[in-house]
């Protein structure tokens, strides 16, 4: 694949190399330097793309330009704006772009701070005013382009955070019909760095923050290009089972909508899901074993041992498959094959051990399904709930039989997992995704890396309706909760004694396990908590007499993380 566009991508690749060394105050940024990617992406968004044919492009942070000339081209916009700081090495091809015969390119030199304010844009004359009487659900006249891609560290080498300041700052103007937004909601093309979509778009209900809540509230978000797809993290990988199941659901959803996977740029759970026959059905129970990073190395290890390309010890004959003599010197090939031996059957027994507790508590959510759609006054519920007890129990009990707290961990990252796979609609935006996004290579970025293209959508209608009183409650509350250092709503309790008695039976979601909810409150993690209990939780609130004032509350919060602090507003740093 390297060699498609490594021809074409030379012009581009070039001009930074021209850029190198100049001294600007801009930090460097990751720019995308294969045409062949952008015809790609382009094609993906075309249908999508249709109705903002003539429209005003703010293009901000542009770069090189290639992905905005790609695009204006397709969409042949009234005005394209191209927003670059001043001091930024890229202006000259901006300036290059705006001096085409007949362009409709216009360069702006504001500082960063700016090109998110569309009030700059209206002084200038750039937008049209906002129709804020009766304005659409959906503003087709607008698109915003921007990359956030930087290169390196900020000021006291702290990490880029530029992609999820953005995002945060993105959804709050959604719900409040503010900003880019006031005129009707406004679509985003993102390019982002991979190690920034991780909270964005998580694959893993563990990788779950304040964002991913706000952007399901109030986005859809597509990944149409990805990067680094194993970047989410090994400790936080998904179980394999669910994730099998998600591909094949988004592989039928791009058959029936007739969505293809360009040559090359499909993902490798995309060729087996594609590949595998119809019989070939993994199933939920049984022993699984997941994919880590060193079960190819164990198969060509294996693979080159077969065909004799090194024995067990030095000295020993091609092919020999007794015992290792006594003071003979093991090969180094052949003590790495043993070590990865070792880990699989270890891996095998282990897989095994989760599989029964993942089994268990299938059976466990059968029955508590069944407890709900019985009635109360039905002879058989007093039998179900019994019998739901009983298994409960017997479930702690194995779990406490497994000492390995690995298994343990496991088990519940992976029950978890599924519980959120399992809701109608499934609980991650990953999930709900319409097709696989498009691979791409570090060689298609300069300089080489990993980004990401993001589609942002806003949704309508709001899965859940606020007041702005509730909404002003609604992000310092969901701060609280993650600071508080608790895995479940029991922070309420230290929030305000008595909030869990007054509040959860308000919100029937909590504990409906149709719903996503538990039977048992301190069974519901936080990263689990979807769009509708959190409003539904925060209109509880609003309306319970005893409720603190937001003060207290963030006094409260401030004082779970730093002891020693007096400021009863020194929560709001972290916020």
């Not at 992000?475 to 004694?497: C, D, K, M």
């Amino acid at each position: 694949m390297a060699q498609v566009f490594e021809a074409a991508s030379r012009p581009f690749i070039q001009a930074v190399k021209a850029l190198r060394g100049r001294k600007t105050s801009v930090r460097p940024r990751i720019d995308v330097v294969s045409p062949q990617l952008c015809d790609d992406a382009l094609e993906r968004l075309a249908p999508s793309l249709r109705p903002y044919k003539g429209c005003t492009i703010i293009d901000i942070n542009p770069g090189l330009g290639l992905w905005s000339s790609k695009l204006h081209d397709v969409l042949k916009p009234t005005r394209h704006i191209l927003a670059e700081p001043p001091g930024s090495p890229f202006v000259p091809r901006s300036e290059a772009l705006v001096a085409q015969e007949g362009s409709s390119y216009q360069l702006l030199d504001w500082e960063d701070t700016d090109l998110w304010r569309p009030d700059r844009y209206l002084a200038e004359g750039l937008l049209p005013a906002f129709n804020t009487s009766k304005p659409p659900e959906t503003n087709h006249s607008i698109l915003i382009v921007a990359n956030t891609a930087m290169r390196g560290f900020g000021r006291f080498r702290t990490k880029n955070r530029k992609t999820h300041l953005v995002l945060m700052d993105w959804a709050h103007d959604i719900r409040r019909r503010l900003g880019f937004h006031t005129g009707g909601s406004v679509r985003m093309l993102l390019w982002s760095p991979a190690s920034e979509t991780t909270h964005a778009l998580p694959h893993s209900v563990l990788l779950r923050t304040k964002l991913s809540l706000l952007l399901e509230m109030t986005c859809h978000v597509e990944e149409i290009v990805a990067s680094n797809l194993t970047g989410q993290g090994r400790q936080r990988q998904r179980d394999q089972h669910v994730q099998l199941m998600s591909e094949r659901r988004v592989v039928e959803k791009m058959r029936k909508s007739g969505v293809t996977m360009p040559p090359g740029r499909e993902t490798e759970l995309y060729k087996q899901v594609v590949e595998e026959d119809d019989d070939d059905e993994h199933h939920a129970s049984g022993t699984l074993i997941r994919t880590r990073a060193w079960h190819k190395e164990l198969e060509d290890l294996r693979q080159r041992f077969a065909d004799g390309q090194f024995t067990k010890a030095e000295g020993l004959p091609q092919g020999y498959r007794g015992k290792i003599p006594k003071g003979a010197t093991v090969t180094p090939e052949f003590d790495r094959l043993s070590q990865l031996e070792a880990n699989l059957t270890h891996v095998r027994k282990r897989t095994g051990m989760t599989d029964q507790l993942l089994q268990e508590q299938a059976e466990i959510d059968a029955l508590d399904a069944r407890a709900y759609n019985c009635s109360p006054s039905d002879p058989q519920h007093h039998a179900i709930l019994k019998e739901l007890d009983e298994r409960k129990e017997l479930l702690h009990k194995h779990m406490d039989d497994f000492r390995n707290l690995h298994i343990r961990n496991e088990f519940e990252h992976f029950n978890h997992d599924r519980k959120a796979f399992s809701q109608t609609p499934p609980l991650l935006l990953w999930d709900r995704r319409e097709a696989d996004p498009l691979k791409a290579y570090d060689e298609e970025f300069v300089p080489e890396s990993g980004l990401c293209l993001l589609d942002i959508q806003p949704k309508h209608p709001q899965p859940c309706t606020m007041t702005p009183a509730e909404f002003d409650l609604f992000f310092p509350f969901v701060s609280t909760w993650w600071l508080s250092g608790r895995e479940n709503l029991t922070t309420l309790e230290q929030i305000a004694p008595g909030a869990i008695d007054a509040l959860v039976p308000q919100v029937p979601a909590l504990t409906d396990p149709r719903r996503g909810g538990e039977r048992d409150i301190r069974d519901l993690p936080l990263y689990r908590l979807t769009p509708e209990m959190a409003c539904g939780i925060m209109k509880a609130w609003v309306n319970w007499p005893f409720k603190r004032d937001l003060v207290d509350v963030l006094r409260i919060s401030g004082d779970s993380k730093d002891k020693e602090s007096d400021n009863p507003l020194s929560a709001h740093p972290r916020f």
